[in-house]
């Protein structure tokens, strides 16, 4: 049997959630409001929650009157997300790089840095391939990113977390391209070590696949207000994306 990528074990640990309990679900649920705003998209619309985690941002979408569909790769998130289902919301467990037979989608949402996290950068092309098949004429695709430039020259080499009486021991380095996390943390005297490894993908990197997937970047954001993205500055890589023609 295949040893496990880093995603598949550390996004399936209790422990993910708890480091990252601080995230601000209300900046996430304004940046729905302000993307679907833009979009405009009509009443019954259906959307894909591509890498949806627990399933929250996909509830919200859906409260917004759409058709949504969430999938991930960890099966114990998918757990969770499938309290939330009902006949215009639905989940399950799917890795991105496949295609989704016999459904189609007019809008693929790729929220929150859920891509690059591959070793092979051509799985990249294989998630937008993937994308292409399913999404409907005239549909979008809108990819939420770090701004990888911004990440990297700024980048905080080690901290101490401590969240729910676990102390987490944070280092960061970039090395090859790849923005490298460790996490190491010890609960009841057992020790935990977990990685985190997502491409520093920037702007050129991203047109060059979209490119070469059939996909034209049509617009730029820089944060979740919407603003201009400028990449020495912008905390966001927001980027939506149209089949070309």
């Known amino acids: 049997m295949a040893e496990k990528q880093w995603f598949e074990t550390w996004f399936d640990s209790p422990y993910y959630h708890t480091l990252y309990d601080h995230r601000d679900f209300a900046e996430a649920d304004t940046f729905i409001n302000n993307i679907i705003s833009y979009l405009s998209p009509k009443l019954g619309s259906t959307f894909l929650d591509l890498a949806c985690g627990a399933g929250r941002h996909s509830k919200y979408i859906n409260s917004l009157g759409y058709n949504v569909t969430g999938v991930d790769l960890s099966p114990k998130s998918i757990e969770t997300a499938k309290s939330f289902s009902n006949s ?14 016999n459904q189609s989608f007019n809008y693929v ?20 391939s993937s994308i292409k098949s399913y999404l409907e004429p005239q549909g979008k695709v809108i990819i939420d990113f770090m701004n990888a430039t911004n990440v990297v020259n700024n980048l905080v080499a080690s ?9 987490f021991s944070i280092e960061r380095e970039v090395s090859e391209d790849i923005i490298n996390k460790r996490i190491s943390f010890a609960v009841q005297g057992k020790k935990f070590y ?9 702007l050129k990197k991203f ?20 603003e201009e993205f400028i990449e020495d500055q912008s905390d966001r890589l927001i980027m939506v994306l149209e089949e070309k023609q």
């Open 88 to 101: 215009k919301l639905n989940f399950f467990v799917h890795d991105m790089r496949e295609k989704i037979a």
């Open 109 to 128: 949402f790729n929220l929150f840095t859920s891509f690059g996290y591959f070793e092979n950068q051509d799985d990249n092309l294989r998630v937008l």
């Open 159 to 167: 901290e101490t977390i401590i969240k729910q009486g676990i102390t």
């Open 194 to 202: 977990f990685e985190e490894r997502v491409q520093a993908l920037n």
């Open 207 to 226: 047109t060059e696949f979209c490119n070469k997937a059939g996909f034209s970047i049509v617009k730029v954001f820089g944060n979740y207000a919407l």
